[in-house]
């Protein structure tokens, strides 16, 4: 199966890339290219388990897919589009000075450009606070962090007119909580 990932956001394409190159077999190739649409289309001869297990890998990313005829038939096209972005929100992380550094670090080198810190907040679990943040971008910033063991809880806070995300980080989690991608887009 060919990867091929289409975006303008070349640090997210590259981490995403990443990711699925250390997990599937055969080509992956970024694009930097833009296109509107964010999706996962993906040819007719491509196996029903290589695709589960590329979804797998996004988690918790869940980008609309479909079979297309167009395409090489044992390709697969994620397109990273227009409509996602990652610089129209401010994210403020508070929590932990080390560990929100590192966390701050990982969104800004994944295409988050506006990542701002508030130090020293006693916080007991991990959460993301927002208004008007899309699903799918709250899952981007949830994949950008899990490697680094951050799994929030979501909670709608603002209004749909809001941009920001506040990310409340608490302490390291335990060995095993946060060990399924999926769980990182628990809402409350």
């Given at each position: 199966?060919?990867?091929?990932i289409q975006s303008?956001?070349?640090?997210l394409a590259m981490r995403i890339a990443n990711q699925?190159?250390?997990?599937?077999?055969g080509d992956v190739i970024v694009e930097q290219k833009t296109v509107e649409t964010s999706l996962i289309r993906y040819g007719i001869s491509v196996a029903p388990s290589a695709f589960a297990d590329?979804?797998?890998?996004?988690?918790p990313i869940e980008l609309p897919a479909e079979c297309s005829a167009g395409l090489p038939a044992d390709e697969v096209r994620i397109t990273l589009g227009g409509?996602?972005?990652?610089?129209?929100?401010?994210i403020m992380l508070h929590g932990d000075a080390d560990r929100i550094c590192i966390l701050a670090r990982s969104l800004r080198s994944g295409g988050f450009p506006q990542v701002r810190v508030s130090r020293g907040a006693d916080v007991s679990r991990d959460m993301m606070l927002f208004g008007g943040a899309p699903a799918v971008i709250r899952q981007i910033v949830a994949w950008t962090l899990h490697p680094h063991g951050f799994c929030p809880v979501q909670q709608v806070e603002w209004p749909m007119s809001d941009s920001g995300i506040w990310l409340f980080v608490g302490a390291q989690p335990l060995p095993g909580q946060c060990d399924v991608p999926g769980q990182a887009a628990a809402m409350v």
């Open positions: 199966m060919r990867v091929v303008e956001m070349y640090p699925v190159s250390t997990c599937a077999s590329l979804r797998r890998w996004l988690r409509d996602l972005d990652l610089g129209a929100w401010t």
